[in-house]
């Protein structure tokens, strides 16, 4: 499988109170659609799998969030590209190995853009970040 696109449908980041005391972050990404696209690359036309995904970080107590809404498009052989779509038809669901592909690259992308967000709104960062230890 090979990315051939990404991109954000939708971003959205709010404040609703100040922060005081704890705050737990529930990070969330799932998979809403799939759906066939037909690519022309070169001189034919190849088949590809779009994947409509929402990533959110909720804010507890109720301060705040972030939700992502996107697409990631795969390529892949015609035959692969039925089998998945057939096993998302059926029961909304994908094979382990593209599953872990796709929401793999999804993370790496929406954690980048949660991270940015969060700093803009001020909200704690929705990842733990790492940290410097001074020894004394």
């Not at 690259?105 to 980048?112: D, W």
């Not at 853009?113 to 940290?131: E, F, M, R, S």
């Amino acid at each position: 499988m090979t990315v051939v696109g990404f991109h954000f449908a939708s971003v959205n980041a709010e404040k609703k109170e100040p922060i005081k005391g704890k705050v737990n972050i529930n990070n969330n990404v799932a998979i809403k659609k799939v759906d066939e696209k037909e690519l022309a690359l070169g001189d034919g036309k190849h088949k590809a799998l779009n994947f409509s995904f929402e990533f959110t970080s909720n804010y507890e107590p109720k301060i705040g969030g972030i939700t992502l809404l996107g697409e990631i498009m795969f390529m892949e052989d015609s035959k692969k590209v039925k089998d998945i779509l057939a096993g998302w038809k059926k029961n909304q669901s994908l094979p382990k190995d593209v599953a872990g592909r796709i929401l793999n690259t999804v993370l790496n992308k929406c954690n980048v853009q949660a991270l940015i967000l969060a700093d803009q709104v001020g909200l704690p960062p929705p990842i733990p970040l790492p940290k410097v230890k001074a020894d004394n």
